[in-house]
């Protein structure tokens, strides 16, 4: 689709007639997101809606089934112990709020930012965060996330904010009963591509001239 983009964009500058159109090639390291599904076996089944974070892992096609352990900020799991969260799936709860400036963003972010590194560095086996947004849709925002040097990426996905609400919901409703969660990534890294800059330039009348 990149590529038919390249494609499409110098058609279009040419067709309107600008000068030198031309697809400037560059070599990128290139993760694709792959299938994503989420869904929570028990005790109250459903699907829930999920989009990879960018430069993570694969659960494998099959997926993988754990317990699901709620964490309300980032710094709750910042003080989660040491290897508590073997063989678990962390859920980081960090809401952004609205406001006029955006500024929240900065606050929220973290979750995304550096949140699955630090659930991978406490032995968590993936981890799923509240998209960083302040949207109502089913439609997940992701973006990219980074491990510290030393931890092997995990699968981690953001859950929709309707979905994520519903996730928390769940664990108030449990009683103690375990939330166990089906989550499916397979994102995978394509290893070094050529993409491309598309250029094209509108010429002066006057060479005399400054541009």
Known sequence: AEKRGREWAMRWLTRNGFANVADEPFPMETWVPGEARAEIVSPFPQPLEVLALGDTASTGPGGMTAEVVLFRTVDDLRAAPAGSLKGKIAYISHSMTQTQDGSQYGFAGPARWVGAGIAASKGAVATVIKSVGTDTDRTPHTGGTDFPDGVAPTPAGALSLPD??????????????????????????????????VVGEIVGRDPSLPP
């Open 164 to 197: 994520a609400r519903n996730l928390e919901r769940m664990f108030a409703r449990a009683d103690g009963r375990p939330i166990m969660m089906k989550l499916t990534l397979t994102p995978r890294s394509l290893g070094t591509t050529m993409s491309g800059n």
